[in-house]
Every structure is written in structure tokens, then in C-alpha cells.
């Protein structure tokens, strides 16, 4: 009688995963690309050994229609039309994908991934919150992949989707430098432990202020560095500030500002000092909030084109839905324009400070 052989089962991901005692997420790395994944080499070994004799079942992919987007935008007046840009970009592309968002804010005492939540997800978008490799990890081992928006992320495990906050400063110190300022003071906030969104932004702004100075040939300037803390109150920090660039023997001529709303106190308090704008100090910001079209003179300012971000997070979930094998997880920054408008002129020298 002649016996025929059975070819072993198949393995999932998950029973390599607990075959090697690691995680699902890693038993996709090293079966995408053993030469690259970013493990050990024992770790490798082991999972390319439990895999040698045995075919893998493919990963089922949901059906679900669902897109989440966990977010936490905090109460700032001033995110109130940033937080409302991103969603529309995001429920915008997910529209054109057939797809329904829905948003999650994360009230207090929620935990991150709520299991129910994800359970009915197809994909996650997770926006300006802080997350760790291994809640991450957790959520891909459910088979959902996940983008992270604006986030402070402690894991290369997926896509990442951000502000380009270098190339945002490179286009304000441009602008001025190009209508011929020279000595342009840089104006921030002192970010802290509980700062939104958790500090990265003010020194990768920071940075890049520094970096593009020396890149156009421009004054460089202790003095003209400005981080004020806004616990006394910002009015009365950004007076103190203003003051002390007026008592230089040269005074700026121009201020790039963190973001919209910093501008706007800038050039508030600028004016209540008897400073023309922008006759005597060009002011300009970066965000493109709303209000800064209503002041007078109207802010100039650099959008990160936050609608840009949201669909680009949704097109990352597609990829991910359609072919997960598609590339490695990438980091990704849109580009942002230049919104010219009164608040910047060219330096004048007929008139005296104020």
C-alpha cells in the first residue's frame, strides 16, 4: 500500500510569532526582507528556521470600510482651524477612496488603542500623540496598519506623516532675505515637557532658523535669538523682548516667528511700542491660521498645507491595505508655500526707531 505524504500546514504570521517569541510585526520584517530588517541576528535566524519546511498562510486583510483617526488636538485656541485642516484632509481622500472616517478624540482616561476601536477599523490614522514602539506593535499584530500624523513616535515600524518644519523656516528667511533684511531676529516659545506638539517642532524651527541664516549669508546674532517663556504672560515676555532688540546698536529689521499666533503678538506689541509694521519690522509667521488674514497689516506667513498632510496619511493606509508589501515604512513631508502678504516689506533706513 502506497502511503502518500501530506504537506505540513501553513503557518500565520501570529503562530511564527509565538513559535519564535516575538512579535507579529517582526515576523513581517524579516519575512519582507531578511537582509534589511532592522533585528538581531539571532532573531532572524530563528524566524527563518521555524519558516524553512513550512509554507506561510498569506495575512487575510479586512474587508472593513472604516478608517479611524485617533487624535488629541488639545483645547489651544490657536488649533482649533490647524486640527480642522488635517481632518479635512483626511476625510477628504478617504471620500474619494469610498471610505468612512471616524474620529476618535481620546477623552480623558481612554486608552490609546482601545481594542473595540481598532477591531472595527480597516486602518488607523494616529494624530499629535505621543506613541511607543510597542503600542504600535500591538496594533499591527491585529493586522491594522497604521500612520502616524504629526506624531512623536518612538517606533520605524510604519509610515510617519509631517509638517516639513526645516523647509518651512527655509522659505520665511528667504522671503526676507530676498526684500534685502539682513539682521532678522528669530521670535519662540520655551517649550516644555507638556508642550503641544511635545517640543520637536520648536527646535527642529530652530534649527533650521540657524541654518538658513548661514545659508543666505546673513547676520548672525546672539542677541537676535528670542525664547520667551509665556508662563508671566505672552504680551508681557514679548514686550520685555522687543524692548531689549530696540536698545541694540543695530536693531532687527525683521522677525521670523515660530508659528502664526507668536506673530501676532509680535506684531501687536511691535506696534504698542511705536514700531511700524512693516516699515520698521517686517513680521512673518508659520501655519496659516485664519486671523492672520484679518490683522492689519495682514500677517505674512508660511502654510505647511495641512490638507496636504491628511490625504497623503489616507494614501499611505490605502497603500498599506492594498499591498502591505509595497516599500518599507517611509517618513513623509509635504511641501509648504509662501503666503505673501503686508506684515513684510523691505528694510528702510530713512526712519529712526521709535
Given at each position: 500500500m502506497t502511503s502518500l505524504s501530506r504537506r505540513p500546514a501553513a503557518l500565520t504570521q501570529a503562530e511564527i510569532a509565538r513559535l519564535c517569541a516575538v512579535s507579529q510585526a517582526t515576523v513581517s520584517l524579516v519575512l519582507r526582507d531578511p537582509e534589511t530588517a532592522r533585528v538581531s541576528a539571532s532573531t532572524r535566524d530563528r524566524i527563518l528556521q521555524a519558516v524553512a519546511d513550512r509554507p506561510i498562510r498569506p495575512v487575510q486583510r479586512r474587508r472593513g470600510r472604516r478608517i479611524g483617526l485617533l487624535a488629541n488636538f488639545g483645547t489651544h485656541p490657536g488649533i482649533a482651524g490647524y486640527a480642522e485642516r488635517l481632518v479635512a484632509g483626511v476625510q477628504e481622500r478617504a471620500a474619494s477612496y469610498k471610505r468612512n472616517v471616524v474620529v476618535d478624540s481620546l477623552a480623558s482616561g481612554r486608552p490609546l488603542f482601545d481594542h473595540q476601536f481598532v477591531a472595527s477599523?480597516?486602518?488607523?490614522?494616529?494624530?499629535?500623540l505621543r506613541i511607543t514602539e510597542d503600542q504600535v506593535a500591538k496594533v499591527l499584530d491585529a493586522g491594522v496598519p497604521v500612520v502616524l500624523l504629526e506624531c512623536d513616535a518612538g517606533t520605524e515600524r510604519c509610515d510617519v506623516v509631517r509638517v516639513d518644519n526645516c523647509g518651512s523656516v527655509v522659505l520665511a528667511?528667504?522671503?526676507?532675505?530676498?526684500?534685502?533684511h539682513r539682521r532678522?531676529?528669530?521670535?519662540?516659545?520655551?517649550?516644555?515637557g507638556n508642550?503641544?506638539?511635545?517640543?520637536?517642532?520648536?527646535?527642529?524651527?530652530?534649527?533650521?532658523f540657524r541654518t538658513a541664516c548661514a545659508a543666505f549669508g546673513l547676520d548672525e546674532d546672539p542677541d537676535l535669538i528670542g525664547i520667551v517663556d509665556h508662563e508671566a504672560g505672552p504680551s508681557d515676555a514679548t514686550r520685555r523682548l522687543l524692548e531689549r532688540w530696540r536698545s541694540l546698536p543695530e536693531p532687527p529689521t525683521a522677525v521670523a516667528c515660530y508659528n502664526d499666533l507668536h506673530a501676532l503678538t509680535v506684531q501687536r506689541e511691535a506696534q504698542s511700542l511705536g514700531w511700524e509694521v512693516p516699515a520698521q519690522l517686517s513680521i512673518i509667521g508659520i501655519d496659516a491660521i485664519a486671523p492672520g488674514a484679518l490683522s492689519v497689516p495682514a500677517l505674512t506667513t508660511v502654510d505647511p498645507c495641512l490638507e496636504q498632510l491628511g490625504r497623503a496619511a489616507i494614501d499611505q493606509v490605502m497603500l498599506r491595505l492594498e499591498n502591505d508589501e509595497a516599500a518599507m515604512p517611509t517618513i513623509i513631508h509635504c511641501h509648504p508655500r509662501l503666503v505673501p502678504r503686508a506684515s513684510v516689506a523691505a528694510p528702510t533706513v530713512e526712519k529712526d526707531m521709535p
Open positions: 477599523c480597516a486602518g488607523l490614522v494616529v494624530c499629535h528667511v528667504r522671503h526676507l532675505a530676498e526684500q534685502g532678522i531676529a528669530w521670535y519662540g516659545q520655551r517649550p516644555d508642550s503641544w506638539p511635545h517640543g520637536r517642532a520648536h527646535f527642529e524651527r530652530l534649527a533650521a
